[in-house]
């Protein structure tokens, strides 16, 4: 709900004001045409006038903890997973062809705060990301191989229960 509250109030006016455009639509979910199983899934995009896609914006809601790792707008001072995620979106509407060079993230922080930055097209750190994503992919799921978890204390004791049968609320050391 409020991701379409963000939606109208700031992100249409922005692309209203600054792209001179009004096709700004919640798209469907955008596959690979060659595979099928690569897939983008965007809050917003803008479309062309013959539908494709060309810019992409992001909506995040964030925490007042969370949100002490955004900097000014227009940084790079946000989180590293909203960046590989934004590459991600531009990867798969480029390899349908659409003329996508960047994507807008706008994230409101702890309600107090909106943030807003663009991120322009990366052919290296694109390549970077899709090469890492496919070795996991080939390492962890076609071997049904589980991967190592890097979470937080609490998520390896939760994990440590449900592996070895303990029930809920049971003590792990």
Known sequence: MMESVIAENFVKPFALNN?????IVEPSRLSNPDTGLV???ADRVLLNDE??????????FV???RGREF?????????????????WQMLVARSNGFPVESVHLCAMISNERLFWTQLWW????????LEF???????HVVPH???????EKEDLAALERILSGLPDGGEVE
């Open 122 to 129: 990366d052919e290296k750190e694109a390549s970077e990301v």
């Open 145 to 151: 191989q589980l991967p190592l978890v890097d979470g």
């Open 71 to 87: 900097g000014d707008n227009w940084s790079d001072d946000y989180p590293r997973k909203f960046r590989y995620q934004m590459l």
């Open 133 to 139: 994503c496919l070795s996991w992919w080939n390492t």
């Open 51 to 60: 539908g494709q896609w060309t810019e992409i914006f992001e909506i995040k």
């Open 63 to 65: 925490g007042h903890y």
């Open 39 to 41: 897939f983008a899934n």
């Open 19 to 23: 792209m001179s455009d009004d096709h």
